[in-house]
């Protein structure tokens, strides 16, 4: 996913899109190109560039669909489901 283009989705109804750098288990992110969705709203961020989210701020994030390996997430989804679904069996 490094290096695509995402859209952020802040808690506080700012949406960031810009090139992802990097992200971690906390959600954080750095993103470098950004601009925001709704400019005219929020002025004082169109003169930066490259910006650190902090993912207790994230609302949504927005992955391009062709980044998105549809088969792998089904297959993690059903293999989850059955593990579920074994551990309410009883023995």
Do not use: C, W
Not at 37 to 42: H, P
């Amino acid at each position: 996913m490094v290096d695509q283009v995402v859209t952020v989705e802040l808690k506080n109804d700012i949406s960031i899109r810009g090139t992802l750098k990097s992200v971690d288990q906390y959600l954080n992110f750095k993103l470098d190109d950004i601009s925001v969705v709704n400019e005219a709203e929020y002025p004082h961020l169109s003169s930066v560039k490259n910006i650190f989210i902090r993912g207790s701020t994230v609302r949504y994030v927005h992955l391009p669909a062709a980044a998105v390996d549809i088969p792998l997430l089904q297959d993690a989804t059903r293999r989850e489901a059955e593990a579920q679904k074994q551990q309410g069996k009883p023995r």
